[in-house]
C-alpha cells in the first residue's frame, strides 16, 4: 500500500535533517512514511550533513544576477567563509540558481523547486554543502523586467561575471537608442551601488521614513526655541536636503557632481531621441543586515589562519 507523504511529514523531517524539500519527500516515500527511516535514509546518501551546518552564520557568499534583453534578477546565496565564495564550486551554484530564478519568480520556494536536469535547485545546495562543508543558503531574489527600454545590470568587486559582493540591477523604460540607453543605465546602476539611494523619486519613500524626518527636524527647530512657522519652513527645507541624499533622481550623480541623476538622464533622453523613465532598480549588498556573533565559524577560520 502506498503511504501518502503530507507536506506536514516533509516539512517536519526538513525540520529534522535540514535536507531539501525534494530529498525528505522522497525519503518519506522511500521509507512509507516512517520518520525515523527516512533520517537514516538520508544520511546514508550524505544529504543530511546539511543538519550539522545549520546552526552557524552563513554571511559570506556572492550576490549573483543573471539578465535576458527584458528582465534581470539578483540574488543572493551566503556562504560561512571568503574561501568558500572563492571556490569554483560555489560560483557554480550560484550562477545556476540565478538562472533558475529567471525562469521563475523572486519566491524562494519556487526557485528552490527549480528543476536542474533530472534534480532541484534545493538538492543542489544540499549536494555542495555536503561536498563543501559550509553552511549555504539562498537569502533572497529580486527580479525587475520591463516591456520597451533596457534592463541593465552592475557588479562591483566582481569575481567572475555576474558575480561579486553588490549587485544592482536597473530598467529603463524607453523607446529611444539602445546603445544609448545601454550606456547610462550602466552608469545608473553604477551610481546606484555607490550612493544606495532608498527610492527613485520622494514618492516611492516609505511614509514613515518620511515622518519620521520630520519629526527629527521639527523637534530640533523646536528644542531651538524657534517659532512654528519658522519649524515648518525648517521641516520643509530639511526634507529637501533628506531627498537630495537618498532619492536616486535627487542625488549629485557620481560621474558629475554639478549636476543630479534626473539632470543627466535629461540629456540621455536627447542622446537617446525619446523620454527615458527609470522603471525600477535593486541593489543587493552581501551579508547586509544579517547578526553576526562573535565566534561565528568565520571568525575562527580567520582566527586559526592568524587573520585579524
Known amino acids: 500500500m502506498t503511504t501518502n507523504v503530507t507536506a506536514g511529514m516533509v516539512k517536519e523531517l526538513r525540520d529534522l535533517t535540514q535536507a531539501g524539500m525534494m530529498d525528505c519527500k522522497a525519503a518519506l516515500t522511500e521509507n512509507a512514511g516512517n520518520l525515523e527511516a527516512a533520517i537514516d535514509w538520508l544520511r546514508k546518501k550524505g544529504l543530511s550533513k546539511a543538519a550539522k551546518k545549520a546552526g552557524r552564520v552563513a554571511a559570506e557568499g556572492l550576490i549573483g544576477i543573471a539578465l535576458t534583453p527584458n528582465k ?57 554543502i555536503a561536498k563543501v562543508g559550509e553552511n549555504m543558503t539562498l537569502r533572497r531574489a529580486a527580479a525587475r523586467s520591463v516591456g520597451k527600454g533596457v534592463v541593465v545590470s552592475y557588479v562591483h568587486n566582481s569575481v567572475a561575471e555576474g558575480l561579486g559582493r553588490i549587485g544592482v540591477i536597473v530598467t529603463l523604460e524607453s523607446a529611444g537608442d539602445n546603445d544609448e540607453l545601454k550606456a547610462f543605465g550602466h552608469m545608473v546602476a553604477m551610481h546606484v551601488a555607490s550612493a544606495n539611494p532608498q527610492a527613485i523619486d520622494p514618492s516611492g519613500l516609505d511614509a514613515a521614513t518620511v515622518e519620521r524626518e520630520k519629526s527629527v527636524l521639527a523637534d530640533k527647530a523646536k528644542a531651538q526655541g524657534k517659532p512654528a512657522n519658522v519649524v515648518e519652513k525648517i521641516v520643509e527645507s530639511g526634507l529637501k536636503t533628506f531627498y537630495k541624499e537618498v532619492c536616486l533622481l535627487d542625488q549629485a550623480f557620481i560621474f558629475d557632481d554639478k549636476k543630479t541623476v534626473g539632470q543627466a538622464l535629461k540629456e540621455s533622453e536627447g542622446r537617446a531621441g525619446a523620454p527615458i523613465k527609470v522603471g525600477g532598480f535593486v541593489r543587493y549588498a552581501l551579508g547586509e543586515g544579517i547578526d553576526r556573533p562573535e565566534g561565528d565559524f568565520g571568525g575562527e577560520v580567520a582566527a586559526l589562519a592568524g587573520t585579524p
Do not use: C, H, W, Y
Open 72 to 128: 534581470g534578477v539578483l540574488v543572493e546565496v551566503n556562504s560561512e567563509t571568503d574561501f568558500v565564495a572563492r571556490n569554483d564550486l560555489f560560483q557554480g551554484l550560484v550562477k545556476m540558481i540565478a538562472d533558475a530564478a529567471l525562469g521563475t519568480d523572486p519566491d524562494l520556494d519556487k526557485i528552490l523547486a527549480a528543476p536542474v536536469g533530472s534534480s532541484t535547485i534545493a538538492n543542489a545546495i544540499a549536494e555542495t
